[in-house]
């Protein structure tokens, strides 16, 4: 059973609006969660992350909000580029081991000009 | 400005063959990552290595070995390679409760 779950496979916005890119988790023991961003034939880059003790954390353009009564985050890119076009993942960290990161499915984002 | 360097990139093996892939990290990490990605299920990790010396298994480590041969260079070995193991594989570095950095992947498919 999937612990992080990403439920939008792909997500099609136009350029300069608001890009929201959606991770639920069941695991209430994770305490640190990251975002990555992948282009085709690279790896992941890491991109923004969340302490479970906050709600909220932004890095210029990407803001990752948190709602652990919800068990869900979220990803908030404003203004969307069309170099954001990329498969974006969800990842968590669970207290009960600092060293296994669990990923979510991704959700391909596409930027339109 | 290396990173983590993954060898090789492409690999095509028939059922029952073996090979192991390598990955390097020039960046004093402690732990080591190998993780497969496959269509509709993200990431998942085979196997990772907190320190020198020590290997832990993942959520899939099932026909898959690992060899953490100094603190730079971290290995993953299919004995007896299966279709169900054709998938992309990145190998990763960190900094214990950093974040990950990845290599670029090598892309395996098995026939």
């Known amino acids: 059973d999937q612990q992080v779950k990403q439920n939008s496979p792909s997500l099609s916005v136009q350029e300069g609006r608001i890009s929201i890119l959606n991770c639920d988790y069941t695991n209430s023991m994770f305490d640190y969660f990251l975002w990555y961003k992948k282009y085709p034939a690279e790896g992941p880059t890491f991109l923004i992350s969340?302490?479970?003790?906050?709600d909220k954390n932004e890095d210029g353009r990407f803001t990752v909000f948190l709602n652990k009564s919800a068990k869900h985050l979220s990803l908030h890119i404003v203004p969307s580029q069309p170099g954001d076009s990329a498969v974006y993942f969800c990842a968590a960290k669970g207290t009960d081991s600092s060293y296994k990161l669990i990923f979510g499915s991704g959700t391909r984002l596409l930027v339109r000009p | 400005n290396a990173g983590v360097t993954q060898t090789p990139k492409f690999q095509v093996l028939k059922t029952g063959q073996s090979m192991t892939l390598q990955c390097a990290q020039d960046m004093n990490h402690n732990s080591m990552y190998w993780y497969r990605q496959d269509p509709g299920m993200g990431l998942r990790l085979i196997y990772y290595?907190?320190?020198?010396?020590?290997?832990d298994k993942g959520e899939v480590p099932n026909g898959y070995n690992v060899s953490r041969l100094n603190k730079r260079e971290f290995s993953l070995r299919l004995e007896s390679a299966a279709p169900s193991q054709t998938s992309v594989y990145f190998c990763?570095?960190?900094?214990?409760?950093?974040?990950?950095?990845f290599g670029s992947g090598t892309q395996l498919s098995v026939l």
């Open positions: 290595s907190a320190s020198e010396g020590t290997t």
């Open positions: 990763a570095s960190s900094e214990p409760l950093e974040k990950l950095f």
């Open positions: 969340i302490s479970s003790i906050k």
